[in-house]
């Protein structure tokens, strides 16, 4: 791999309501713990700590606005996690091709 794998990056998006709040955050161009909490499955306090562990990873980032945080996403962060998924991507696909190549090796010497 080119990239070199950041765990904590890979356990941020790992979580699908972080996900989700990735995308919420990136359609709307941010937004609050409050904010998000009305398009999710969630509490407000459950949405605060998912947001304090994208800020943690460094994919979000908060500005103070009124009483509360607004969020935004780090693109050049989001971007890094992309090509991270994608090298894994080439890697996984090089060892199936392998794979293939052995399994069709074994059933040709069985025919």
Excluded: C, Y
Excluded at 38 to 43: F, G, N, S
Aim: charged share 30%; aromatic share 2%.
């Amino acid at each position: 791999m080119t990239t070199a794998v950041d765990d904590d990056l890979w356990s941020a998006i790992g979580d699908p309501t972080r996900r989700r709040m990735l995308d919420l955050l990136l359609s709307e161009g941010g937004g609050t713990a409050t904010s998000l909490s009305e398009h999710l499955p969630v509490t407000r306090q459950a949405v605060a700590k998912h947001l304090a562990v994208l800020d943690r990873a460094g994919l979000v980032h908060a500005r103070p606005e009124g009483r509360e945080k607004q969020f935004h996403v780090d693109e050049t962060q989001l971007a890094r996690a992309a090509a991270q998924l994608a090298d894994v991507g080439k890697t996984w696909d090089a060892r199936l091709q392998r794979i293939k190549r052995i399994a069709e090796t074994i059933e040709r010497k069985k025919n």
